[in-house]
């Protein structure tokens, strides 16, 4: 037995009883341990003070005097009431708010209006206005040119000639 | 009259029988209270404390449990209550300890046993009172006030397997607070 577990069942010995290897265990241990002797004599004088405990008599009159306290019902007083809850008011209280004020944004937020084509022409607006032109930037990229000159040479080669 | 009749006498209002429970308890909440503050008027005020508010909570007492556990949940609650603002206006250490007047006075051998067990108890009481609110509460509750540990279970409400570790390492604690303390002050606890 080491000595770690030699202090596990000392201190079992005030709860549980120990069963009969245990004991035996802890005796062997004992025998040779003087570390532990000792230990355990502390702890025996500890719980010698701790159960041999004594308590001066209660001051007189204890019910007289508990008595009228019983009858006083708690006051109610808002400056108590604030500092018992002011610390979790506040940061509830902000959180609140801010959930608030997201609902707010965005329920109110503008959103996009999506027509179908004939309401479009209904109202009268160019149905290829979300279609992108190509701009004549466009025209003068290189690739592009060559796209075209290409698309040139294709026709005039399929140009029929009589 | 059992506990159960006298708390429904004294839910329909009758003081008398709170007043038989109060009798009933007083010394148990006093000497539970005396163990936590060490100060006879103090533990007083606090057992006072303690059944003024077991009053007030009364109509929440649903007969789950005995009602000595739920009085003495309410007194563990107080007294750490009571141990936190101390605290906040003098923090208990090792370290800021008053020295022991009895333990410089060993130089002689003029002491007796009563002398030298009343030294050994302000050592240990002093040390306890250095330790973490809930191991100094079980160690009063198991080894000061005997307690089962399936009252202080339900008092602390925690498990029993929970009881069994952290009265290990309480007693643990109190061990080697008393040898610091002891070997600060220059005695010598260790065998007597």
């Known amino acids: ?162 | 009259m059992k506990d159960k009749e006298l708390v429904e006498k004294a839910l329909a209002g009758s003081q008398d029988a709170f007043a038989a429970l109060v009798e009933k308890y007083r010394i148990k909440m006093f000497n539970l209270a005396f163990s936590l503050t060490r100060n006879r008027e103090v533990a007083d005020d606090l057992a006072q404390d303690i059944f003024i508010k077991a009053w007030l909570a009364l109509p929440k007492f649903k007969f789950q449990s005995q009602f000595s556990t739920w009085l003495y949940r309410i007194a563990v609650n107080a007294s750490k209550d009571l141990l936190r603002k101390e605290s906040k206006l003098r923090k208990v250490s090792l370290e800021d300890s008053p020295p022991l007047t009895l333990m410089q006075e060993d130089t002689t051998n003029e002491f007796d046993a009563v002398q030298e067990d009343e030294k050994r108890r302000k050592l240990v009481h002093r040390a306890l009172e250095s330790m973490p609110e809930k191991y100094r509460a079980i160690l009063i509750l198991r080894d000061i006030q005997g307690m089962p540990y399936g009252e202080i279970g339900s008092i602390l409400d925690i498990s029993p397997g929970t009881v069994d570790s952290r009265l290990h390492r309480a007693r643990k604690m109190l061990r080697k607070r008393v040898l610091q303390l002891s070997a600060r002050l220059g005695g010598d606890y260790a065998v007597s």
Request: hydrophobic share 40%; net charge positive.
């Open chain 1, 1 to 162: 037995m080491r000595c770690h577990k030699a202090e596990k069942i000392i201190l079992r010995t005030w709860d549980h009883p120990l069963s009969d290897s245990e004991r035996q265990a802890l005796s062997q241990h004992l025998q040779r341990c003087a570390a532990c002797r000792t230990m355990r004599n502390e702890y025996h004088n500890l719980q010698q003070t701790l159960r041999s405990e004594e308590f001066p008599a209660p001051q007189p009159y204890f019910w007289e005097r508990l008595q009228p306290k019983l009858q006083q019902r708690p006051r109610f007083s808002i400056g108590a009431m604030w500092k018992r809850w002011s610390l979790r008011a506040i940061p509830a209280a902000l959180g609140v708010i801010l959930v608030v004020l997201l609902a707010a944004a965005l329920a109110f937020s503008p959103q996009p209006e999506e027509l179908s084509q004939s309401g479009i022409l209904l109202r009268n607006q160019n149905p290829f206005e979300e279609s992108p032109l190509l701009s004549e930037e466009d025209l003068e990229n290189p690739n592009m040119v060559l796209i075209f000159s290409a698309l040139d040479e294709r026709n005039s080669l399929r140009r029929y000639f009589p």
